[in-house]
């Protein structure tokens, strides 16, 4: 979100002037556009093979030698097109680091083309290969994100062949600890965060969504915030629980839980638990990812853990529904105690009319290109991401990159049919953004 309405609607003026300012044209696309509409066809089979080597490297966020392997694998790719580029390594946080592709020329919009290197899948994982079966491939990372990657390449490719390249200005920014970030994220995203105020606004190209069949593009995409519970109580025997024992650890937590439930509820948010555990005895790693505990049906619980998370839309709701889980964890039941904390989050992405003039802007040049009506997404149904970063100074589009299935999980797929169309329509954004 832009930091002011006012703000906001300039640029939403600018951006809408600027998606009809160029001649028309019978078929809709200039004689440049057609260019790039060749280029991007005659380079397919050469992108998924690109596509194939990115993916057959390992680069879960924790293997810093397999991202930094995928970032040198990068880096001719961006040289050969004229662009600046630059590694940051981020060691420090125990990640990898950080690929930043510059190219500027022209006095049109600054651009901001953001994807990451790594992925979910570390090198213990099953799941290492590439593989294609028609126009469905297959394989670690293919649509989250390396299939996005290849579509930035290959719109830049476009743009180069097209005789435009020489007039835009890109920023390409590859994080290389998107899917597990190094903290504090102050100093993880500090180099992105200053990438888009100096932008005009992004382009994220996480996977794209498909909804009924029809290409989705997003304008907004909800935050992450890991929240983490621990109670007490006055550990006894159970024939004096709530009555003079007080009502242990394990009725603490569950009242809480349940109070998120009933009154957490608002438009553009939702909250999960994802593990409790409770008894005598009870102790909680510090991932929250397992548990132990030990018991008897007969003592009341004198410890008590509790896990999830929050997606909230914005960081103003984020913020406000924290003040609310808060207020509920301090009404406690007799003799017992709570406490919760919150883990850093990813911000939230919230539509603003700046956006919305983006992506008409798209949906214009789709239509341009005989593609039909280009669908907008429901905010609500994408994860985190670190576009979300950069959105209270620039408006951006979400899921720029390859149609795909199973993100995160083992068999994990991409569609090829989405790769020309999706680089045909980022190249001719930036291009008309870039006269």
């Known amino acids: 979100m832009l930091k002011t309405e006012t703000a906001a609607a300039l640029l939403a003026l600018a951006i809408g002037t600027i998606a009809f300012s160029g001649p028309a044209f019978a078929d809709g696309l200039s004689g440049d556009e057609k260019k790039i509409v060749a280029s991007v066809k005659s ?5 998924v093979a690109l596509l194939e080597t990115l993916v057959n490297v390992n680069s879960g966020s924790l293997n810093i030698a397999g991202v930094t392997k995928v970032a040198d694998r990068l880096r001719p790719e961006f040289e050969k097109l004229g662009l600046k580029v630059t590694w940051t390594p981020m060691t420090q946080l125990g990640r990898a680091g950080e690929l930043v592709a510059e190219h500027h020329g022209g006095s049109g919009k600054k651009i901001l083309m953001i994807a990451h290197l790594d992925t979910v899948f570390e090198p ?14 297959e394989g670690p990372g293919v649509n989250d994100i390396k299939g996005g990657v290849v579509v930035i390449l290959d719109a830049l490719h476009a743009l180069k062949d097209a005789g435009l390249l020489q007039k835009a200005n890109v920023t390409v920014f590859l994080s290389g600890d998107e899917e597990k970030p190094g903290h504090p994220l102050a100093t993880a995203r500090r180099d992105l965060i200053a990438a888009g105020k100096a932008s005009d606004l992004a382009l994220d190209f996480e996977a794209m969504s498909r909804e009924k069949n029809q290409d989705t593009i997003h304008i907004g995409r909800r935050g992450a915030l890991a929240w983490r519970l621990s109670a007490t109580g006055v550990s006894g025997h159970s024939s004096g629980v709530g009555k003079g024992g007080g009502y242990g650890a394990v009725y603490e937590v569950a ?12 438009p553009h948010l939702t909250y ?23 018991g008897k049906d007969n003592i009341i619980a004198g410890k008590a853990y509790a896990a999830g998370d929050v997606r909230a839309q914005s960081e103003e709701q984020a913020e ?23 883990e850093e989050g990813y911000p939230g992405m919230a539509p603003t009319p700046a956006s919305q003039a983006l992506f008409d802007q798209l ?11 280009l669908n907008e997404g429901d905010p609500d149904l994408r994860g985190a991401g670190d576009i979300a970063f950069v959105a209270n100074d620039v ?9 795909g299935k199973g993100s995160h999980a083992v068999g994990e797929t991409a569609d090829l049919t989405s790769l020309d169309p999706q680089a045909e329509r980022a190249a001719i954004l930036i291009a008309r953004l870039s006269r």
């Open 320 to 342: 406000r529904v924290k003040k609310k889980m808060q207020d509920i964890v301090a009404r406690h039941l007799d003799q017992t105690n709570a406490e919760i904390s919150f």
């Open 272 to 294: 999960n638990t994802s593990l409790i555990a409770g008894g005598a005895a009870a102790e909680i790693d510090e991932q929250a990812t397992h548990a132990t505990v030990s």
């Open 395 to 403: 408006p951006g589009l979400v899921g720029m990159g390859l149609a």
């Open 43 to 47: 380079r397919h089979e050469e992108s």
């Open 255 to 266: 009242r809480i839980v349940d109070e998120f439930r009933t009154e957490l509820a608002e």
């Open 124 to 137: 213990d994982s099953p799941f290492q290969t590439f593989k294609r079966t028609g126009d469905t491939v």
């Open 363 to 373: 949906g214009r040049i789709n239509v341009d290109l005989g593609l039909g009506a």
